[in-house]
């Protein structure tokens, strides 16, 4: 139905009330948000001294503040700490996870720049507890999926197992009555042979899988 300027869509008795509008798609810094705060880990990359100039990238974990900021524990002697002291310009590289087979370039990523500063004192401890925290969760998260793996692949090796001890079940029984087939057979032939030296009438086939009343 199409509404015609100057008229009111009630006056003709419709009851068609307005529609719905849709829900506000979230903003690309929301998308951001949201992406980031959904991982722990992602490329981080800093200015190296040598060669100068050139980005140095690394994986590296992170959590972040209550603000959104993400925080690194990274050691003195590490490369990017003393690239950041030289310069403190650098980016992280935050990706969603592609599934198997999938295209990279069609998953969400989203790259923050910014200059990496040193934790003051008095958010050391904190920041170190965030840091830690988000360490020992993603570490039980992965010892839980590689015990499930190992659970599945149990599993996996069972039903294998027993479905090779039913087809050899399988394959047994089928030799079985292959052998018992040709016993009666042989059996019945000689019965045959016998009724023909003496002149008696013939005998029914042998079938011990069958009844006759």
Same mark, same amino acid.
């Given at each position: 139905?199409?509404?015609?300027?100057?008229?009111?869509?009630?006056?003709?008795?419709?009851?068609?009330?307005?529609?719905?509008?849709? #829900?506000?798609?979230?903003?690309? #810094?929301?998308?951001?948000?949201?992406?980031?705060?959904?991982? /722990? %880990?992602?490329?981080?990359?800093?200015?190296?001294?040598?060669? #100068?100039?050139?980005?140095?990238?690394?994986? !590296?974990?992170?959590?972040?503040?209550?603000?959104?900021?993400?925080?690194?524990?990274?050691?003195?002697?590490?490369?990017?700490?003393?690239?950041?002291?030289?310069?403190?310009?650098?980016?992280?590289?935050?990706?969603?996870?592609?599934?198997?087979?999938?295209?990279?370039?069609?998953?969400?990523?989203?790259? +923050? $720049?910014?200059? +990496?500063?040193?934790?003051?004192?008095?958010?050391?401890? @904190?920041?170190?507890?965030?840091?830690? @925290?988000? %360490?020992?969760?993603?570490? !039980? /998260?992965? $010892?839980?999926?590689?015990? !499930?793996?190992?659970?599945?692949?149990?599993?996996?090796?069972?039903?294998?197992?027993?479905?090779?001890?039913?087809?050899?079940?399988?394959?047994?029984?089928?030799?079985?009555?292959?052998? $018992?087939? @040709?016993?009666?057979? @042989?059996?019945?032939?000689?019965?045959?042979?016998?009724?023909?030296?003496?002149?008696?009438?013939?005998?029914?086939? +042998?079938?011990?899988?069958?009844?006759?009343?």
């Amino acid at each position: 139905m199409h509404d015609v300027p100057g008229t009111d869509a009630a006056d003709d008795g419709g009851s068609a009330g307005a529609a719905t509008p849709p #829900a506000p798609e979230p903003s690309h #810094a929301e998308r951001c948000r949201t992406l980031v705060a959904g991982s /722990n %880990r992602g490329a981080l990359s800093t200015l190296a001294a040598d060669p #100068a100039g050139y980005p140095y990238g690394s994986v !590296a974990s992170f959590a972040l503040d209550d603000r959104g900021n993400p925080l690194f524990l990274i050691s003195l002697m590490a490369e990017h700490t003393q690239n950041a002291i030289r310069d403190p310009r650098g980016s992280l590289l935050v990706t969603e996870p592609v599934p198997e087979g999938a295209d990279p370039l069609a998953s969400g990523r989203v790259t +923050l $720049l910014g200059p +990496l500063t040193q934790v003051v004192d008095t958010e050391l401890n @904190k920041s170190k507890e965030d840091l830690i @925290k988000e %360490r020992d969760t993603a570490t !039980a /998260n992965a $010892l839980a999926a590689e015990r !499930a793996q190992r659970r599945a692949e149990a599993n996996e090796r069972t039903a294998q197992t027993a479905q090779k001890a039913a087809l050899t079940a399988q394959d047994e029984t089928a030799r079985a009555y292959r052998e $018992l087939q @040709k016993a009666l057979d @042989k059996e019945h032939q000689r019965v045959v042979d016998l009724e023909n030296s003496l002149g008696s009438k013939p005998v029914p086939e +042998l079938n011990p899988f069958s009844t006759t009343k």
